[in-house]
C-alpha cells in the first residue's frame, strides 16, 4: 500500500513539485514507498506541456506556474482537493493509457459514493458531470461541466503530479484560463452540485476506492 499523506493548510506550488520530484527519485531508488498525498494550494494556475498562451485569459489574477505534467492550463486553490499520485509503474506495468484510465476510474468510483455520476469524453480529458437541468449549447448539444482534471508526468516510470477534484472552490476561480484548453463547457464541483461534502468527506471516499481499482 502507498503511504497516505494529508498536509493541512495550504501548501505552495513550488515546494510541492519539489517534494513530489525528490519523492520520485527516492522511489525509484527504493529508499521510499509509493506515496498518495493530499494538499491544497493557494489561488494558482499551471501550464501544462500543451499548454497554448493564448489560453491564459488574464495573466495578473494569480501567479502562473509552468509545469512538467501533460495537459493545458488549470487552476488550483483553496476549496479543491489536489491528489499527488507518486506510484512506481515498473512493478503496476509500463503502460501509461492504463495508467491514465485507473484515475478516471478512481475519481469515477470516488464520485459515485456521493450518487454523482461521473464521466469521461473522448479528446476531452478530465471527468465531466452532465447538466441536463442547464440549458444546451449553442450548437444543441448538452450542457457538461468538468469537475476533475487529471496531468501526469512519469519520471524513470515513477508518476508524479496527478488529480484534481473541485469540492467547494471558487468557481469564477478558473475565468482567468480556457480550463485545459476547452471552450464551451463549465467547472462544476460537488457544493455546487447541491452536496455539502466537506473535503474530509472525499478523502475518505478516494481512500475506500483505491484498491478497487489499483489492487493493493
Not at 480556457?178 to 467547472?187: A, K, L, N
Request: glycine share 10%.
Amino acid at each position: 500500500m502507498p503511504e497516505w499523506i494529508t498536509s493541512p493548510g495550504l501548501t505552495e506550488y513550488d515546494d510541492a513539485v519539489a517534494w513530489m520530484e525528490d519523492r520520485v527519485a527516492a522511489i525509484h531508488a527504493g529508499e521510499a514507498e509509493e506515496a498518495i498525498w493530499l494538499v491544497e494550494h493557494p489561488p494558482l494556475y499551471t501550464a501544462g506541456t500543451s499548454a497554448k498562451p493564448s489560453d491564459l485569459v488574464d495573466p495578473e489574477r494569480f501567479p502562473v506556474h509552468d509545469t512538467r505534467r501533460g495537459g493545458q492550463y488549470t487552476y488550483h486553490g483553496p476549496g479543491q482537493r489536489v491528489i499527488y499520485v507518486m506510484l512506481d509503474l515498473n512493478t503496476r506495468g509500463k503502460d501509461v493509457r492504463r495508467f491514465v484510465e485507473q484515475l478516471e476510474t478512481w475519481v469515477i468510483a470516488t464520485l459515485d459514493s456521493f450518487n454523482i455520476r461521473g464521466e469521461i469524453r473522448d479528446g476531452r480529458v478530465g471527468v465531466w458531470v452532465p447538466r441536463p437541468e442547464k440549458p444546451p449549447l449553442p450548437d444543441g448539444s448538452p450542457r457538461e461541466d468538468k469537475i476533475a482534471a487529471i496531468g501526469i508526468r512519469l519520471r524513470k516510470w515513477v508518476s508524479y503530479h496527478g488529480i484534481s477534484i473541485n469540492v467547494e472552490p471558487e468557481l469564477d476561480h478558473f475565468d482567468g484560463i480556457v480550463p485545459c484548453g476547452i471552450s464551451g463547457h463549465g467547472v462544476t464541483s460537488l457544493v455546487d452540485l447541491g452536496l455539502p461534502v466537506a473535503m474530509t468527506d472525499l478523502d475518505a471516499a478516494l481512500r475506500a476506492s483505491f484498491d478497487d481499482v489499483f489492487g493493493t
